[in-house]
C-alpha cells in the first residue's frame, strides 16, 4: 500500500525506540557496582538491568501477539509508547537495586508492544524488493538512534549514572508524530511466492535466537572490557560500541544488493563468519583505539544477519498471522539478549572477558566450517 513520507518516517523513529531499550544506559552500568556496593552479586544483577527487559518481552511477546492482533496497530503503539517513557526513566528516581530492576521488567512490555507492531507495520507497507530496501532504510536510523543514544549516555554517564534514564522520555516526542502521520494499515492480499505460518518458522525463530546470543556480548561483555580492564572513559566505550551500530547499518543497507547473488542460507554462513572474526579480533586486541575495528566487523555481520532473518520471517509468514508471527521473532531475539550474559558468564569468570572472545571467535569460526562442509556433501548427494 502506498504511505507517505511522514508515515514512513513515523515507523522509522519507532524503529529508533526499540533499539534505545537497552543501548542507551550500557555506560551506567558499571558504574552501578560503586553506588550499590554493599549489594551481593552486584555484577550480576548490574548485567541484568541490561537484559531484564529483555526477558519480559521474550516471555511474553508470543502472549502479546495474539493479543494485540486484536486491536488497532496505531492504538497499541502509542499505548506502549507513554509506558516507555514513564518505566523507561524511572531510574531517575527509584533507590533500590529491586526497583530498578522492576522497572526494567516492565519497561520491557511497552517495548514488545512497539517492536511487534513496527516489525508487523514493515509487512503491511512494504513487498519484495522495496522491503529488502526498506530495511536497510529503518537499520540505517537504528544506528543513528543507537549512535545518538550510546554517545550521549556516555556522556552523561560519566557525570552521573542516574542521567541517561532520561533518554527514555524520547518516548513523548515521537507520541505525537504516531498521533498524527501513523495511519493504520488497509487489509491486504498475501503476494505471491509468501507463504507459511507461524509454526512453519521455527527454523527463522531459532535462527534470531542465536544471532542475538552472539551479537549482545557487545553491549554486556564490551562496557566491562573497556572500563574495568582498559580504564577508559564512558565516553569512549560508548564510542566504541557505537562504531558496531555504524557498520550494522552497512550490512544492513547492503544485504538489499547481497539477496540478489546468495540465498538466505548463504548470507547467514557469511555473517556468521564476519562475527566469528570481530570476536577473534577483540580476543587480541592490546591497545584500546583497535576495538574501533574490531567491533566494526562484528557489527557489519550483525547487520547482515538481522536484515537477513527479519526479512526471510516477514516474506514467509502468512498475512493473517503477521502480528503472531512478528511476536514470536520479537521473543525469539529478546530470549537471546536476555541470555547472553547469563549462558556466558559462566565462560567469562573462568577465562576472563576478553580470553572469553578470543575463543568465542574460534568456535563460531569452526562451526561456520563444518556447516559449510555439510551443505556441499548434500548438494553433491542432490545432483
Known amino acids: 500500500m502506498p504511505i507517505s513520507k511522514a508515515t514512513k518516517f513515523t515507523l522509522l523513529f519507532l524503529s529508533m525506540m526499540t533499539v534505545m531499550s537497552n543501548i542507551a544506559i550500557v555506560t551506567s552500568i558499571p558504574h552501578l557496582k560503586e553506588y550499590f556496593s554493599d549489594v551481593a552479586e552486584m555484577e550480576l544483577y548490574s548485567r541484568l538491568m541490561i537484559t531484564l527487559p529483555s526477558l519480559s518481552i521474550a516471555l511474553l511477546a508470543p502472549f502479546l501477539g495474539h493479543f494485540l492482533h486484536r486491536f488497532k496497530k ?93 533518554i527514555y522520555l524520547m518516548g513523548m516526542v515521537v507520541f505525537p508524530f504516531v498521533l498524527l502521520f501513523l495511519k493504520e494499515p488497509e487489509s491486504e492480499v498475501q503476494e505471491e511466492g509468501e507463504e507459511g505460518s507461524c509454526t512453519s518458522l521455527l527454523g527463522i525463530y531459532f535462527l534470531a535466537f542465536i544471532i542475538m546470543l552472539l551479537f549482545f556480548t557487545l553491549p554486556t561483555q564490551m562496557p566491562f572490557l573497556m572500563i574495568n580492564v582498559f580504564g577508559v572513559s564512558g565516553t569512549l566505550t560508548g564510542m566504541i560500541i557505537a562504531t558496531s551500530f555504524v557498520t550494522n547499518t552497512i550490512g544492513a543497507v547492503g544485504f538489499a544488493r547481497l539477496k540478489e547473488h546468495l540465498s538466505f542460507g548463504q548470507i547467514y554462513l557469511l555473517g556468521m563468519a564476519l562475527i566469528s572474526i570481530g570476536f577473534y579480533g577483540i580476543g587480541l586486541v592490546k591497545e584500546v583505539h583497535y576495538f574501533f575495528l574490531t567491533s566494526a566487523i562484528l557489527g557489519f555481520g550483525g547487520g547482515i544477519l538481522m536484515a537477513n532473518n527479519m526479512v526471510w520471517m516477514l516474506s514467509k509468514a502468512d498475512v493473517s498471522q503477521r502480528i503472531k508471527s512478528s511476536g514470536y521473532i520479537t521473543s525469539a531475539l529478546f530470549f537471546g539478549q536476555f541470555l547472553s550474559p547469563i549462558v556466558f558468564h559462566p565462560l567469562v569468570s573462568f577465562l576472563g572477558v576478553q580470553q572469553f572472545f578470543e575463543w568465542m571467535g574460534i568456535v563460531i569460526f569452526v562451526v561456520v566450517l563444518l556447516v559449510v562442509f555439510v551443505r556441499q556433501i548434500m548438494q553433491k548427494r542432490v545432483r
Open 74 to 166: 496505531r492504538d497499541s503503539v502509542m499505548f506502549g509508547l507513554f509506558f516507555f517513557s514513564l518505566l523507561g526513566s524511572a531510574g531517575l528516581y527509584l533507590e533500590t537495586i529491586e526497583g530498578l530492576l522492576l522497572s526494567r521488567a516492565l519497561f520491557g512490555v511497552s517495548v514488545a508492544i512497539l517492536m511487534i507492531i513496527s516489525t508487523a507495520l514493515v509487512g503491511d507497507y512494504f513487498r519484495g524488493k522495496e522491503r529488502n530496501k526498506y530495511m536497510g532504510l529503518q537499520s540505517a536510523f537504528s544506528a543513528i538512534g543507537a549512535i545518538t543514544f550510546l554517545l550521549g549516555g556516555g556522556f552523561l554517564s560519566d557525570i552521573d549514572w542516574r542521567y541517561p534514564f532520561g
